[in-house]
């Protein structure tokens, strides 16, 4: 059971940050003024909720004790194990951060209770139309997988820290594949997805998220720009067929003139290659049969 002035302690799985951590922009030669944001974290220490705070604190006490048979069941909070509650009492964060996992008391009427749920979460980054470098236009679609390390400045440092960490993942999408060309996109997704998952981490860092994992889904190109690629890599097949086809008749052609060297040094081997045709012709049972005339008997007409 955790007490209600005692808390459940800081959170340790966020990085190290100071109490009050001031960010901006500073000023530039173009005259861009210096804005801050004031970042809460949980090692915040309590605000000192003065006298009139003190009172009504009191007030509810006493009514806890008061009405003590009912008010265990307005007083009594159970968290599950992978979830933290947020208590600001009086507006101000208590003492000892976020409480949970388990049973805590909390005050009626001065105590806002936050519940964060800690576990990963998943969500698909919707379609974008990216214009690449190259100018191409694609459609890209990525799964962002995130959880939050910092319940405190998850309720303190944004409004609805799912939503915002949403939203920011589609604008860093399209800001990072808008500086790459077509054929990186398609070749390196690995590196693509690491890199944006190493900005979303920096960016949503003061919201007390990790970003643990991002990867891109699927690209989809223009039907046209299919259709021009398909044809592209046909015609190089074609040609690359067309190559092999021409060397495999540059081989052929080698291997016949080394043939008829080894015939023309030996003339009855043409003899030979004839019966050879013949008994080919006749294993297929065709009417017409030929019969090679000796070259010998022709040289001696000829001769005559």
Request: with cysteine.
């Amino acid at each position: 059971m955790v007490d209600a002035e005692k808390g459940a302690g800081p959170s340790n799985a966020g990085p190290k940050m100071n109490q009050y951590e001031e960010i901006g922009m500073e000023n530039t030669a173009n005259g861009v003024s210096k804005s801050t944001a004031r970042l809460i974290t949980s090692e915040q220490p309590q605000q000192d909720v003065g006298f009139c705070g003190g009172i009504l604190i009191a007030i509810s006490i006493l009514m806890c004790i008061v009405f003590f048979p009912l008010a265990p069941f307005f007083i009594i909070k159970v968290v599950a194990q992978y979830e933290k509650a947020v208590i600001l009492r009086l507006g101000c964060i208590r003492k000892g951060g976020a409480a949970g996992p388990g049973l805590f008391f909390f005050l009626p009427c001065v105590d806002e209770i936050h519940v964060v749920d800690m576990r990963t979460v998943s969500f698909d980054v919707p379609p974008q139309e990216i214009l690449t470098k190259d100018s191409v236009t694609v459609t890209v679609d990525a799964v962002v997988y995130f959880r939050i390390q910092d319940a405190v400045s998850s309720v303190c440092n944004v409004d609805n820290v799912k939503t915002a960490t949403r939203l920011l993942a589609q604008t860093t999408l399209r800001n990072m594949l808008g500086t790459k060309s077509l054929s990186e996109i398609l070749s390196e997704r690995e590196e693509i997805s690491n890199s944006m998952q190493q900005t979303l981490d920096v960016a949503t860092d003061p919201w007390g998220v990790l970003v643990e994992r991002v990867e891109v889904k699927d690209v989809r190109l223009p039907q046209n720009l299919q259709r021009a690629m398909a044809a592209e890599a046909e015609a190089h097949r074609d040609a690359k067929a067309k190559v092999i086809a021409a060397e495999g008749e540059l081989n052929a052609s080698k291997a016949l003139k080394e043939a008829a060297d080894v015939i023309a040094e030996s003339p009855s081997a043409l003899q030979l290659r004839y019966l050879q045709t013949l008994s080919a012709i006749a294993a297929e049972r065709n009417s017409t049969i030929l019969f090679p005339m000796p070259i010998d008997m022709m040289k001696a007409f000829a001769e005559k």
